[in-house]
């Protein structure tokens, strides 16, 4: 109803079957992937469909995911980065193989939410396999060209506390804006 009212296409696809549940390949096709299936291929393909039917304006991509879909929002950004324009990841952390391959062609605006108490996805990441929430910032901050420090807003919401880290000054207007979830879960 939203999008009908506001005007934007809105497409949420699903990932393969793995063991019973879905998932996103979030490295590079090759021999690390956790299954066979083609995501980024998939999402390209889709995209490009998508664009050949409907009035797509590509300055306005976004792709958001949550969990392992937050974590293949990072990976779009890199390796899809000629057609998604920013990303906002729930929950989800950025791979040491994606940082490593990594080819932003744009400044690209991230959003991330986060808890400090996700055990699924923690927060200080997962050493030599995922980047703490901390270097996934530093890392978009350094590919935006974001320099100042951050704006920090302390908001209290039903006895939540979330400290809500602003950037800007990047290249290209673009932004980076961080959610912490004080002592929040894999949610």
Not at 55 to 62: C, G, K, N, P
Not at 114 to 126: E, F
Not at 179 to 184: C, D, F, L, N, P
Request: charged share 20%; net charge negative; with cysteine.
């Amino acid at each position: 109803e939203v999008a009908e009212e506001d005007g934007f296409i809105l497409i949420y696809p699903q990932g393969t079957r793995l063991d019973g549940d879905p998932h996103w390949n979030t490295s590079l096709p090759g021999g690390d992937n956790k299954s066979s299936a083609d995501d980024y291929g998939f999402v390209g393909a889709m995209l490009d469909d998508l664009s050949l039917n409907y009035a797509i304006d590509s300055s306005r991509v976004y792709a958001a995911g949550y969990s392992n879909g937050g974590d293949f929002t990072y990976t779009l950004a890199c390796f899809l980065s000629d057609k998604i324009t920013a990303i906002a990841s729930v929950s989800g952390l950025m791979w040491e193989g994606t940082v490593r391959d990594c080819e932003v062609t744009h400044p690209t605006t991230v959003l991330t939410i986060h808890g400090t108490g996700d055990r699924t996805r923690p927060y200080d990441g997962w050493e030599e396999y995922m980047l703490s929430i901390e270097q996934s910032i530093s890392f978009w901050n350094d590919q935006n060209n974001i320099t100042e420090a951050p704006t920090v807003t302390n908001i209290q919401d039903g006895g939540t506390n979330i400290l809500r880290y602003d950037y800007f000054g990047g290249d290209g207007g673009s932004i980076q804006r961080h959610y912490k979830v004080i002592g929040g879960g894999h949610i």
